[in-house]
C-alpha cells in the first residue's frame, strides 16, 4: 500500500517569507500527484496537479515539483502571505487508481 | 451547482443510531467519492461512484457503511448502528470525467462533522 508523508507537521514563518513543504511517497508507480489546501472546517481546494510525466506545475506564487523516481514532491510559496494560512495535504494517484493522502503540513505565516 | 455541497455541517449521534449524509455533487459531474477524515489525518478513501454504479466500496470499514447514487447525481452515504470510532469529517467530492486515474482535479464539499457520543 502507498504511503504517503508530509514534512514539516507544522510551520510558522513570517509574512514574505519563501517557504517549502515536502511530501514523499513509498511507491513511484503513480498517474497523477495533486496538492490540496484545506482551511479550518472546510473541504479541500486543488491547489496544483502534477502528471506522473510533468516535473513541476506553477500557479501564480505556488510551485510544486515532482521527483517521481524518488519519490518526492515539494510545494514551494513565494512571498508567504496571512492568507496562505491553513493545511497543506499532498494525494498521490497510483496506476491502481486510488488516491492516497498524507497527514498534511498545517502552515501559519504571521503578519 | 457552483460547487460540492453537503448537508447536514454537523450532526451529533446516539451510539447506535442511523445517520444519513448527502452530498450533491457538482452538476454534470461523472466520478463522485466519498472520504472519511480523523482528526489530523488526511482523507482516508471509502468509495467510488460512476454515475450511479458504485464502482469501488473497498474503502467502507464494515457492513454498517453504505453509499448510494440512484440518479447518478446525488449521493447519500448511510452509516447504521453509529460507533464512537465512526466520528470523523466525512468529505464528498466529484470529477467531471468518467475514470478515477484521471487528471482532473477533484472538487471538495464542506464536509460532514460527525460526533457519536
Known amino acids: 500500500k502507498q504511503e504517503v508523508t508530509q514534512i514539516p507537521a507544522a510551520l510558522s514563518v513570517p509574512e514574505g517569507e519563501n517557504l517549502v513543504l515536502n511530501c514523499s511517497f513509498t511507491?513511484?508507480?503513480?498517474?497523477?500527484l495533486q496538492w490540496f489546501r484545506q482551511d479550518p472546517g472546510k473541504g479541500l481546494t486543488s491547489l496544483l496537479l502534477?502528471?506522473?510525466?510533468?516535473r513541476e506545475q506553477t500557479s501564480g506564487r505556488l510551485n510544486a515539483s515532482l521527483d517521481k523516481s524518488s519519490g518526492r514532491s515539494t510545494l514551494y510559496i513565494a512571498a508567504s502571505q496571512p492568507g496562505d494560512s491553513a493545511t497543506y495535504l499532498c494525494?498521490?494517484?497510483?496506476?491502481?487508481?486510488?488516491?492516497?493522502f498524507g497527514t498534511g503540513t498545517s502552515l501559519t505565516v504571521i503578519p | 451547482g457552483a460547487g460540492v455541497s453537503q448537508s447536514p455541517r454537523y450532526k451529533v449521534a446516539k451510539r447506535g443510531q442511523d445517520v444519513a449524509l448527502r452530498c450533491d455533487p457538482i452538476s454534470g459531474h461523472v466520478s463522485l467519492f466519498w472520504y472519511q477524515q480523523a482528526l489530523g489525518q488526511g482523507p482516508e478513501f471509502l468509495t467510488y461512484?460512476?454515475?450511479?454504479?458504485?464502482?469501488?466500496k473497498s474503502g467502507l470499514p464494515s457492513d454498517r457503511f453504505f453509499a448510494e447514487r440512484p440518479e447518478g447525481s446525488v449521493s447519500t452515504l448511510k452509516i447504521q448502528r453509529t460507533q464512537q470510532e465512526d466520528s470523523a469529517v466525512y468529505l464528498c467530492?466529484?470529477?467531471?470525467?468518467?475514470?478515477?486515474?484521471?487528471?482532473?482535479?477533484?472538487?471538495f464539499g464542506s464536509g460532514t462533522q460527525l460526533s457519536v457520543l
Open positions: 461512484f460512476q454515475n450511479e454504479a458504485q464502482l469501488d
Open positions: 467530492a466529484s470529477s467531471l470525467g468518467p475514470s478515477r486515474a484521471t487528471n482532473e482535479k477533484l472538487f
Open positions: 494525494a498521490v494517484v497510483d496506476t491502481g487508481n486510488q488516491f492516497y
Open positions: 511507491d513511484s508507480a503513480i498517474y497523477n
Open positions: 502534477i502528471q506522473s510525466s510533468q
